[in-house]
């Protein structure tokens, strides 16, 4: 088994604290199962949270964009910053309002971004690419030098990393459990759709062997 991360007076969950996991297989099941995750900074004294679509390549958390985004222009001066990511399972009904809550799986990390250097930056766009559509990268037209200019790709080390995640049915007070009021859960599922063909396809074009399955669940 992987060594899982040390909490850390800042990661480690108080409230609810039995719905902390720091195990590296959980954590790293969380963010591979997820696409988009919220990255948070401070600039001027004042916090913001930009999502982002993000992967993961062993200890190391890779995000990408534009290289005159307001975002990583600040992100790669190496300041502190915090990076979430959700996945939201189910509505929990419980028989009283205050009971009532989620199902979720998340994952906070904190750490600093570093810029990728320029001969590195494909094999990280293409890890990006291949993770999510395996072969792709190859059917592409290579990027031009100038696109690869105009992108910026930041990483940074998963050290200081905390999961939260709750499952199952809701906690009522024992003697609500009597009441003849529903209770359970919903369950909330993301599904990647049916592919719809660009309209200036060209004809014939057949569909990528990745993207040939029927829908399924996205995490
Ligand atoms: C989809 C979703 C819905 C939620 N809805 C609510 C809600 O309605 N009300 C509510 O109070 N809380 C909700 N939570 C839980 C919320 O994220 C916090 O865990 C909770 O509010 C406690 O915050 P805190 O600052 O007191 O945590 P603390 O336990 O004091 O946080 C200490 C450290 O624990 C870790 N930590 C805390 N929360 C998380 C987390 N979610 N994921 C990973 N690491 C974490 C971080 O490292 C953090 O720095 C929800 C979570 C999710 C994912």
């Known amino acids: 088994m992987a060594v899982p991360f040390r909490p850390t007076p800042r990661t480690r969950v108080k409230r609810i604290h039995e719905r ?5 297989e959980t954590v790293y099941a969380i963010l591979d199962a997820g696409v988009i995750c919220h990255v948070g900074y401070v600039i001027d004294g004042h916090p913001y949270v930009t999502p982002t679509s993000y992967w993961r390549h062993g200890d190391l958390l890779y995000w990408h964009g534009s290289s005159a985004s307001r975002m990583l222009r ?44 320029d001969d590195e930056k494909l094999v990280a766009l293409e890890d990006f690419v291949e993770r999510l559509f395996p072969g792709r990268w190859g059917e592409l037209r290579p990027p031009t030098r100038q696109e690869v ?39 909330v599922t993301t599904l990647v759709g049916a592919p719809q063909p660009d309209p200036r396809l060209e004809a014939d074009t057949p569909l990528p062997s990745y993207l040939n399955r029927s829908a399924e669940p996205a995490s």
């Open 149 to 187: 200019k105009a992108t910026t790709v930041l990483r940074m080390a998963l050290e200081e990393v905390s999961a939260k995640v709750r499952t199952g049915p809701p906690k009522d007070d024992e003697e609500d459990y009597a009441l003849p009021i529903w209770a359970g859960v919903l369950p």
């Open 20 to 24: 902390g996991r720091y195990d590296r």
């Open 74 to 117: 600040h992100l790669k001066q190496e300041v502190p910053a915090c990076v979430e990511v959700t996945h939201f399972d189910g509505f929990v009904l419980a028989r009283s309002g205050f009971h009532h809550s989620i199902n979720y799986r998340s994952v906070m990390a904190l750490g600093t971004a570093r810029l990728v250097p």
